[in-house]
Nanobody, 124 residues
Framework: QVQLAESGGGSVQAGGSLRLSCTVS????????MGWFRQAPGKEREGVSC????????YYTDSVKGRFTISRDNAKNTLYLQMDSLKPEDTATYYC?????????????????WGQGTQVTVSS
């Protein structure tokens, strides 16, 4: 059974940093792309970032470019999202996801497995 578990969320002031982690278990291979999505209250879930299985390819939504960094450690089965210069508009529940992404990385249906989410709150 595949399980993804996020951690590292919390409350910070604008300009602060957080590092999210996502531990993956049950995947029999590491040829999955991994992504971070977020959903703010009253809004649709949106793609934040994605990293290919070899970590050679990374993708970011425009609003987080230059502030967020995605990485993965396949030996530890862990995905990370370093979030710097946080803004109040980054407040959301953040989800990690895994999938063999053949299409657009920000499309939710490209991912087969999802975590339960971790809350990030940024105050002004």
């Amino acid at each position: 059974q595949v399980q993804l578990a996020e951690s590292g969320g919390g409350s910070v002031q604008a300009g602060g940093s957080l590092r999210l982690s996502c531990t993956v278990s049950g995947l029999t291979s590491d040829d999955y792309a991994m992504g971070w999505f977020r959903q703010a209250p009253g809004k649709e879930r949106e793609g934040v970032s994605c990293i290919g299985w070899s970590a050679g390819d990374t993708y970011y939504t425009d609003s987080v470019k230059g502030r967020f960094t995605i990485s993965r450690d396949n030996a530890k089965n862990t995905l990370y999202l370093q979030m710097d210069s946080l803004k109040p508009e980054d407040t959301a529940t953040y989800y990690c996801a895994a999938g063999r992404v053949y299409g657009y990385w920000y499309v939710q249906s490209e991912y087969n497995f999802w975590g339960q989410g971790t809350q990030v709150t940024v105050s002004s």
